[in-house]
């Protein structure tokens, strides 16, 4: 299955601030996804990364608070826009290469003070 | 009502135990069911995956599925405790594309 790597692993923010999350993955791969994860609780879909065209949002997540880029079939990147404290979270990437589910990075662990 | 119901623990069991973690589900159209385990500070891996009913064996992990119940379960059988984690349960109706996770499971399995 293919490596997913996630940078930064975790980040202490001010509100107010924009922070751009990497995932890079060692394969091409068909979709990247992008979840959020709050603590406890399960994962939340943000948004389907397409590559070559914008990315496929979920209710509740819009492009301007999360915009994404895909340039290429490994790689991605999510931006968490002026952020406040409710963006305090976990956020995932994952991957699925059409013949098996997803496979997950090990996620960026965000705080906003 | 969520789409899937996870049991939602937490379960503390002592090393040896038979496990078992379950998920209800409304969607019909579900086909593809997936366990995922996540240790503290890690992403979910990908532990189980089946299609349509029936049981699937790996090790020490059973997955179930009856889609006559709408009901999914994993067993993990001589549990131990590098098995303490949170477990969720994630199906899909196709094999790519939109996956629904339920809200996990925590175990801890204590020696």
């Known amino acids: 299955s293919a490596v997913i790597s996630q940078k930064p692993s975790r980040d202490i923010c001010q509100r107010g601030t924009s922070l751009t999350i990497q995932c890079q993955v060692d394969?091409?791969?068909?979709?990247m996804f992008w979840y959020r994860q709050q603590p406890g609780q399960s994962l939340t879909l943000i948004a389907t990364?397409?590559?070559?065209?914008?990315?496929?949002?979920e209710s509740g997540f819009v492009i301007d608070k999360f915009p994404i880029s895909r340039p290429n079939l490994t790689f991605s990147t999510l931006t968490v826009s002026n952020m406040s404290p409710e963006d305090s979270s976990i956020y995932l990437c994952?991957?699925?290469?059409?013949?098996?589910?997803?496979?997950f990075g090990d996620g960026t662990r965000l705080s906003i003070l | 009502q969520k789409e899937v119901e996870q049991d939602p623990g937490p379960l503390s069991v002592p090393e040896g135990a038979i496990v078992s973690l379950n998920c209800t589900y409304s969607?019909?159209?579900?086909?593809?069911f997936m366990w995922y385990r996540q240790y503290s500070r890690k992403g979910p891996e990908l532990l189980m995956y089946?299609?349509?009913?029936g049981n699937k064996e790996d090790g020490r992990f059973t997955a179930q599925v009856d889609k006559s119940s709408k009901y999914i379960s994993l067993f993990i059988r001589d549990s131990q405790p590098s098995d303490s984690a949170t477990y969720l349960c994630?199906?899909?109706?196709?094999?790519?594309?939109?996956?629904?996770f339920g809200d996990g499971t925590t175990l801890t399995v204590k020696p």
């Open positions: 969607n019909s159209a579900f086909q593809y």
């Open positions: 089946t299609y349509s009913s």
């Open positions: 394969s091409q791969v068909t979709m």
């Open positions: 990364a397409n590559q070559g065209s914008e990315a496929t949002y």
């Open positions: 994952s991957v699925e290469d059409g013949s098996q589910p997803q496979h």
């Open positions: 994630a199906m899909s109706e196709t094999n790519a594309g939109n996956t629904t």
